[in-house]
Every structure is written in C-alpha cells, then in structure tokens.
C-alpha cells in the first residue's frame, strides 16, 4: 500500500540552527501539508501546497518556515533559525486530486524535532 | 473557526469490552469529520471518514462513528476492544474547499486492560 515517508525519524538541532524536514507524499497525490504535534498538545495544521505554491498557511508559519517541492518527488520544510519552542512532532501529508470528493490525507509517521 | 474538543484525555478499557470515544465540533457548514488512530512510533492512520449520506460509517478495525448533527457530535465505537487497539485516537473536521485543512481534537489515550 503507498504510504507517506519522513526522513529523519529523529532530528536533533542546536537552539539558531537550520533544518530541514522530509517527506516523500503518495507518488500520484497533487496536495502536501505539514502538522506539527507539540508533545501534550493538539495536533495543528502549518501549510498546504498545491501546484508549487502555497495555498493556505496558519499563523504559526511565519518567516522562519518556508516549504519546497524541489523535485517530483520531495516535500520538504526548512526552518531557518530553529528556537527551542519549535521542538515537537512534524507531520507531512498528502491527498489526491482536490477535485475529487474523497477529502482524506494520508499522514507519514513524523519527524520529532529536538531543539537543544 | 472550527474546532474539535476529545472531552476524554485517558480512557481504560477492559479486552473485550466496548469502546466509545466522545468527539464534538464547531463548525458553520456542513463538516468533513475523521477519525485517526496513531499507534506509538506510527503515523496518524486514517480509521473512517463522514463526508455525507448515512450518519453511521463504518471503519476499518471494527470501529464505527455516528454523526449527530443535533449535537454536533460524532462519537467513536468499537464492540469489543482487542488488546492492539490501545493506541491514541483522534477526531479531525475539515471543509470541502480545496485546502481542506484538518483542525485536530486533543486526542483520547486508550488503554487495554488484559
């Protein structure tokens, strides 16, 4: 069964640091999202991207975050200068054609992010 | 805004015995509404979804979800609870606009007791 990936599983960082999130969403999916889990909280939504732009981003994706589809396959979320409240669990996403009726995301199993 | 409240954190269950989790939304449509289960170090794994049509939906793993509108709710059942359903479960609304951003309850814990 095709199934989101996320690389790494586990990512440690210094508190000012650059990372970089992967994901690899379902080979014939068309829109991409990021959550992320703050451990004890909700999960929260952070962007949408459709056809290599942003199509809606929450007020937790400030300058810091930006998004890329930098080739057919890759998803990625880079945040520039990491803080330490940006530690949680980092979900990638994807669906099918927005057009069709079947409205459901498929989540890849995350990347804990660890800001020391 | 639409919101999703899970009033249970933990819940403990017995093997065998039945299972309801408690979900209710705000929203000012009509809502798209899931249920995800995440298994430790898993994913969030989609169980059922209600776009329309009959209130109670079938899921995979036994489970089912009935919509109320009247109480804007849309409770999680299993009949009876298998040791690998411990897990965490959460309730999700979203729209039918193309972004169709999911907005997450707070998630319910799920024990099983041998």
């Known amino acids: 069964e095709p199934e989101v990936t996320q690389t790494p599983s586990h990512q440690v960082t210094q508190m000012g640091q650059e990372v970089i999130l992967r994901c690899v969403p379902i080979?014939?999916?068309?829109?991409f999202y990021w959550y992320r889990q703050i451990l004890g909280q909700k999960v929260e939504f952070l962007v949408s991207?459709?056809?290599?732009?942003?199509?809606?981003k929450s007020e937790i994706f400030d300058d810091q975050f930006s998004v890329e589809r930098p080739d057919g396959s890759n998803f990625t979320l880079k945040i520039r200068s990491t803080k330490l409240e940006d530690s949680a669990m980092y979900f990638c996403?994807?669906?099918?054609?927005?057009?069709?009726?079947?409205?459901?995301?498929?989540f890849g199993a995350g990347t804990r992010l660890s800001v020391l | 805004a639409q919101s999703v409240t899970q009033p249970d954190i933990h819940i403990t269950v017995s093997e065998g015995a039945s299972l309801e989790l408690r979900c209710n939304y705000s929203y000012g449509a009509t809502p798209y509404l899931f249920w995800y289960v995440q298994s430790p170090g898993q994913g969030l794994q989609l169980l059922l979804k209600y776009f329309s049509g009959d209130t109670l939906v079938q899921g995979i793993k036994g489970f089912e979800a009935e919509f109320k509108r009247s109480q804007s709710s849309f409770n999680l059942r299993k009949p009876s609870v298998h040791w690998s359903d411990a897990a965490e479960y959460f309730c999700?609304?979203?729209?039918?606009?193309?972004?169709?951003?999911?907005?997450f309850g707070g998630g319910t814990r799920v024990l099983v007791k041998p």
């Open positions: 999700a609304v979203g729209r039918k606009a193309a972004g169709n951003k999911l907005t």
């Open positions: 996403a994807s669906r099918t054609n927005p057009a069709a009726d079947s409205n459901i995301q498929y």
């Open positions: 991207f459709y056809n290599n732009e942003i199509s809606e």
């Open positions: 080979s014939n999916h068309l829109y």
